[in-house]
Structure formats: structure tokens, C-alpha cells
């Protein structure tokens, strides 16, 4: 699976990076880093828990 982040949605609350901090990180201006977009098996629960809990829907998963 692979992990989508729309930087147009994303409002960088880091509510993602609570949930995932190895995967999700912020910047010093506040914008997302996203630090692997392939997701394996075992994170996957993990990143669905960081893609659901996003206040903007702008995380999503893609096969």
C-alpha cells in the first residue's frame, strides 16, 4: 500500500505525527514531512490509525 498526502488539504495540525512520529514529521514552518510513503504490512494498522485520525482528510491509502 502506498500512502498519499495532499499538501493542498493538509493544515499540518500534526495530529499524524502523535499517531506515527517515525513516519510523519513537521518542519520548522510547519509543513508536513513525510518520511516513507510505502507502507508495510506490519505499519499498516499504524498509518490507517494516522490517515483516520486526520482532521482534513489529507492522508489517504492507495493499493
Given at each position: 500500500m502506498k500512502l498519499v498526502h495532499d499538501a493542498e488539504l493538509c493544515?499540518?495540525?500534526?495530529?499524524c505525527t502523535a499517531v506515527d512520529p517515525d513516519r510523519f514529521e513537521l518542519d520548522d514552518?510547519?509543513?508536513l514531512i513525510v518520511h516513507s510513503i510505502e507502507v508495510a504490512a506490519?505499519?499498516?494498522?499504524?498509518?490507517?490509525?494516522?490517515?483516520?485520525?486526520?482532521?482534513?482528510q489529507a492522508l489517504s491509502l492507495q493499493e
Open positions: 493544515e499540518a495540525h500534526g495530529v514552518t510547519d509543513h506490519e505499519d499498516l494498522d499504524t498509518v490507517r490509525q494516522a490517515v483516520e485520525s486526520c482532521p482534513r
